[in-house]
Nanobody, 122 residues
Framework: QVQLVESGGGLVQAGGSLRLSCAASGRTFGSYVAAWFRQAPGKERVIVAR????????YYADSVKGRFTISRDNAKNTLYLQMNNLKPEDTAIYYC???????????????WGQGTQVTVSS
């Protein structure tokens, strides 16, 4: 079992930056693939970024490539998402997720945080 708690969301102007954190409980976090998803009002939950259990390989959605960076510190059981040059279309609830076989769809992740709101004003 892994419990995930996100923090770091908030209101920021376009062009600004935020850093999301996801604190994980449980000694097995380092063995799971981890990811950030987001869900805008009226839209489906979509993947933003994904990182391998070891932290060595990362995937980014085209919409955030070059602006967002996913990282993890397994010694601290924490997942991060550094978001730079934010745009109004980045406004959404951001969720962290972990799973043994997580790929690019939400159904492939067993563990989820409660979400944190990110709002980008124009």
């Amino acid at each position: 079992q892994v419990q995930l708690v996100e923090s770091g969301g908030g209101l920021v102007q376009a062009g600004g930056s935020l850093r999301l954190s996801c604190a994980a409980s449980g000694r097995t976090f380092g063995s799971y693939v981890a990811a950030w998803f987001r869900q805008a009002p009226g839209k489906e939950r979509v993947i933003v970024a994904r990182i391998a259990a070891s932290g060595g390989t990362a995937y980014y959605a085209d919409s955030v490539k070059g602006r967002f960076t996913i990282s993890r510190d397994n010694a601290k059981n924490t997942l991060y998402l550094q978001m730079n040059n934010l745009k109004p279309e980045d406004t959404a609830i951001y969720y962290c997720a972990a799973g043994a076989y997580g790929v690019y769809t939400s159904g492939s992740y067993a563990y989820w945080g409660q979400g944190t709101q990110v709002t980008v004003s124009s």
